[in-house]
């Protein structure tokens, strides 16, 4: 079945940039969206198709994309931006959804 | 303003079936796809499938000879129901809306979600 991998756990200390990464081999096909999750709390959408940012977000979350990688970047991080972070795709036919195995975002 | 809302026991036996439900408030479930994802406790997210308020319907490979997922527009309500659970089936169940974009499709709106235990 299809993966997707994510680094279990990345760290950074207040106003650096945190760099999340989600590998598979369907990314140049499909989009990635990614989800905020805070504990005891329903994940959110903080970036869909790649690089676009729900309405809400802050600028400061932002999202790329090259070959079987994409990457969720957060610029000047804050406490409040620890949280568990998950990618989203789809196989390559589109059809059925996947989850990277989520990203523990730690604010030194 | 949508809201997702899912209920439904929170103890189910093993062998037995798992059964919930996810009402849309503020919004009405037509012209929307409809998703159930599930997390184990400290574990990630596992998409379960999705259903179309006409009723056609999407299942994860893995779980598809265990689940229905069915809706009743009448009540702007859908429905999970999986079959044969075990312990491995513990998780916090979520429902979620979901998006299409061309050929593309994500998950906008979350509910809070309902932890489900099996257990005898």
């Known amino acids: 079945s299809y993966e997707l991998t994510q680094p279990p756990s990345v760290s950074v200390s207040p106003g650096q940039t945190a760099r999340i990464t989600c590998s598979g081999d369907a990314l140049p096909k499909q989009y990635a969206y990614w989800y905020q999750q805070k504990p005891g709390q329903a994940p959110v959408l903080v970036i869909y198709?790649?690089?676009e940012r729900p309405s809400g977000i802050p600028e400061r979350f932002s999202g790329s994309s090259s070959g079987t990688t994409v990457t969720l970047t957060i610029s000047g991080v804050q406490a409040e931006d620890e949280a568990d972070y998950y990618c989203?795709?789809?196989?390559?036919?589109?059809?059925?959804?996947?989850f990277g195995g989520g990203t523990q975002l730690t604010v030194l | 303003q949508v809201q997702l809302q899912e209920s439904g026991p929170g103890l189910v036996k093993p062998s037995e079936t798992l059964s919930l439900t996810c009402t849309v408030s503020?919004?009405?479930?037509?012209?929307?796809?409809w998703s159930w994802i599930r997390q184990p406790p400290g574990k990630g997210l596992e998409w379960i499938g999705y259903?179309?308020?006409?009723?056609?319907?999407n299942y994860n490979p893995s779980l598809k000879s265990r689940v229905t997922i069915s809706v009743d527009t009448s009540k702007n309500q859908f429905s999970l129901k999986l079959s044969s659970v075990t312990a491995a089936d513990t998780a916090v169940y979520y429902c979620?809306?979901?998006?299409?974009?061309?050929?593309?499709?994500?998950?906008?709106?979350w509910g809070r979600g309902t932890l489900v235990t099996v257990s005898s």
């Open positions: 979620a809306r979901v998006r299409w974009e061309l050929r593309y499709w994500y998950f906008d709106l």
């Open positions: 989203q795709s789809a196989d390559s036919s589109g059809t059925y959804a996947v």
């Open positions: 259903i179309y308020y006409s009723g056609s319907t």
């Open positions: 198709k790649d690089s």
């Open positions: 503020g919004g009405s479930i037509s012209s929307y796809y």
